[in-house]
């Protein structure tokens, strides 16, 4: 059997929700991952350092007992926050980072930001204490064309601000088209990208093709091939500047499928296989532990895991769960298409 044994991997960026939901996926990333910048976009949003302390408990007590897992937290960035509570939660430890929803783009963002001018103060101070920015890259603008949205933020949004803020640190969260790889590859300092599983191994075809199939509609919205595959090419590279964040985002079955469903990917359970599989298909295992352990925590200042995994390969295919039970129904996982052979020991 043909092993692979590399660093604990990290998840830069995850949803684990609350309540029941929470309680149902938190073991999916706690048993693969050593830690996860978890995403703020609660419904009301984790805005301050002290909605951050309270979520991290109810994280921790979903955490099953012999996991070893490390919630990173983030703060919703909406128009009211305060620098000064941004930068003692950043100092405390509590607070690894700051989100960036521009508002309308996407699941649960009414509260982010419309005007970037009223959230500088902020970010000058983040870009004086070091602290990062995660950002979701699309505009809301209606009459720019959904699969165009990544593109034209880069362009009306990202490169001002990159102009006004040089030191500001900022994380393109899931990138998914070649401009963003881009992008971020002409940026030579304090700019990386989180590239998710699906987003490596799902085209619009997947979404559209042959029916309509909701369990493979996310935000940003999956991009032609050729996007794919300037993808695959900036996470299988060992480029530093690219990492790993799932965007593991559940919705129970029933809010996805129907007549407006939500957008999100839960792929929490089987990532790592999927992607031991598409760096093997691209001869590039040895570029899986920098991708999954080594460039994030270089970006975000920290030590790499020193635990280790190791992944097996099986000439059998492995029978992931295809539903995630929650009290309140089910969440279907990642169905990636082709068999997976590798799976974590
Ligand atoms: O597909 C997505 N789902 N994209 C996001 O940006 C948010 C996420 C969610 O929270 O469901
Ligand atoms: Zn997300």
């Known amino acids: 059997m043909k092993t692979l044994t590399i660093r604990r991997p990290d998840d830069w960026h995850v949803h684990f929700r609350d309540g029941e939901m929470l309680r149902a996926v938190a073991s999916d990333t706690s048993a693969d991952f050593a830690r996860a910048i978890i995403m703020p976009n609660l419904v009301p949003p984790v805005v301050t350092t002290a909605d951050a302390a309270s979520y991290r408990e109810r994280i921790v007590a979903a955490v099953p007992p012999g996991h070893h897992f490390t919630p990173l937290m983030t703060l919703y960035l909406t128009e009211g926050t305060d620098a000064g509570d941004v930068e003692a939660g950043f100092r405390s430890g509590l607070v690894t980072a700051v989100k960036l929803y521009p508002a309308g783009a996407t699941t649960n963002s009414q509260s982010g930001v419309r005007d970037i001018d009223k959230v500088m103060p902020v970010l000058e101070r983040m870009a004086e204490i070091g602290m990062t920015l995660c950002v ?86 999956a991009k032609r091939e050729e996007h794919r595959l300037a993808l695959r090419g900036a996470a299988t590279s060992g480029d530093a500047r690219f990492f790993l964040g799932t965007d593991s985002a559940p919705h129970l079955d029933p809010l996805k499928e129907c007549a407006c469903g939500c957008a999100g990917i839960y792929s929490s359970v ?7 599989h598409v760096f093997e298909e691209e001869g590039a295992l040895d570029k899986l532990e920098a991708f999954t352990s080594l460039n994030g925590p270089t970006f975000y200042r920290l030590a790499p895991n020193e635990a280790r995994v190791t992944l097996e390969r099986h000439e059998t295919p492995w029978d992931y769960p295809r539903k995630r039970a929650t009290a309140e129904g089910d969440v279907t996982v990642f169905d990636p298409m082709f068999p997976l052979h590798w799976t974590v020991a």
Do not use: W
């Open 136 to 221: 979701h890259g699309e505009v809301t603008d209606p009459s720019i064309d959904i699969f165009d949205r990544e593109a034209v933020f880069i362009e009306r949004v990202l490169q001002p601000l990159r102009a006004r803020l040089p030191e500001l640190r900022i994380v393109m969260e899931h990138v998914t088209t070649k401009d963003g790889v881009d992008y971020v590859r002409s940026q030579d300092r304090n700019t990386a990208a989180t590239l998710t599983t699906h987003h490596l191994i799902i085209n619009r075809n997947a979404i559209l093709a042959g029916g309509i199939r909701p369990h493979y509609y996310c935000l940003p919205v």
């Open 270 to 276: 089987n990532t790592l296989s999927c992607l031991a």
